[in-house]
């Protein structure tokens, strides 16, 4: 599914490709599920992630998608750690100039990788690299949370029923932190039933200002923007993050220059290497995947409506 140009409002439409043959160093992967994530469609339509897109991306047709999961069936010169028949997932990444993932297949290089056991589904592995990336990267890499006094690590997650969110809540309480979860009523025994210690219903006054009762915070981890960043630095301990989850727009690009910039903006980059923990928490049963719903890889109009909308509870996954 892609569009013919880089057109602001241009339909994604079915196009044939020529089967792209991998090079030194790359893999070929059969799609078998392809998740969706809001760069999706903030690339087709505004901002810095569309501007990126243009500049660093293929040239059209526009093959949007990062998330992925499949069966290896080619190996280009050098490669070692793949063979054809291996599942795995991954993410593409337009920086390298790949095609994205709404597709029947992927180029992309071994380092993107990382194999999945039978044991999990691939539907559900392709639900990871973007969200479980970021999510992360927020908790482990940017917020070094290992490196807080056990007593010191509190984590607010803003958003906290979403992909992103329902990923972060579990990682920051698998690594030892009080954990709060703001969600909308509905989604309370959801959050709850991920490890969240308190569950704030932003639908029953400023939640902020409710957080505030179970802070200082080391991190603040706002997934689905529109939360006051202000207001999100003065919950901070002394050494707090305030961490927007793609933080884009002209707004929050600004708050990364506010004193003491404390403010940080975060997209996770799949990697093998990032993936691999998540994983193998997906595994062990450690780390619970939430599919909101599944659709055809010809639907990925309705995919990114959905999307667009906020309303969604779990991730979206395209199946080719």
């Known amino acids: 599914m892609a569009q013919r140009s880089w057109k602001a409002g241009e339909r994604l439409e079915l196009v044939e490709l020529p089967t792209p043959e991998p090079r030194k160093g790359e893999v070929r992967v059969g799609v078998r599920a392809a998740g969706v994530n809001p760069i999706d469609w903030k690339m087709r339509s505004y901002g810095p992630l569309r501007l990126a897109g243009r500049v660093l991306g293929p040239r059209p047709p526009v093959v949007v998608g990062m998330d992925f999961a499949g069966v290896v069936d080619a190996v280009g010169p050098g490669v070692t750690g793949f063979a054809p028949g291996d599942r795995v997932v991954g993410g593409t990444d337009f920086s390298r100039r790949q095609r994205g993932s709404y597709a029947d297949s992927v180029v992309v290089r071994a380092d993107q ?55 972060a809540v579990q990682i920051a309480r698998s690594e030892g932190a009080f954990t709060v979860g703001v969600c909308s009523a509905r989604n309370t025994e959801l959050v709850g039933g991920l490890g969240a210690d308190a569950v704030i219903d932003y639908g029953s006054g400023d939640a902020l200002a409710q957080a505030r ?54 997209l996770g980059r799949p990697t ?18 939430s599919l909101a719903q599944t659709l055809p890889l010809t639907e990925a109009e309705e995919a990114h409506r959905l999307s667009r909308s906020g309303r969604m509870t779990g991730k979206l996954i395209l199946l080719p």
């Open 113 to 167: 990788l990382c194999p999945v056991p039978d044991s999990v589904d691939l539907t559900v592995a392709a639900a990871l690299p973007v969200s479980g990336v970021t999510a992360r990267m927020a908790v482990v890499e940017l917020g070094r949370i290992r490196r807080v006094q056990p007593a010191e690590r509190r984590v607010l997650v803003l958003g906290a029923s979403g992909a992103v969110g329902q990923f």
């Open 213 to 266: 009762a179970h802070g200082p915070f080391h991190l603040v981890i706002d997934c689905v923007g529109g939360y006051s960043a202000a207001g999100c630095r003065a919950l901070l301990s002394a050494r707090g993050l305030h961490i927007m989850v793609a933080g884009d727009d002209p707004a929050s690009l600004l708050q990364l220059l506010v004193a003491p910039r404390r403010s940080r903006s975060i």
């Open 272 to 289: 093998g290497r990032r993936l691999e923990p998540l994983v193998a928490a997906v595994a062990d049963g450690s780390l619970r995947v």
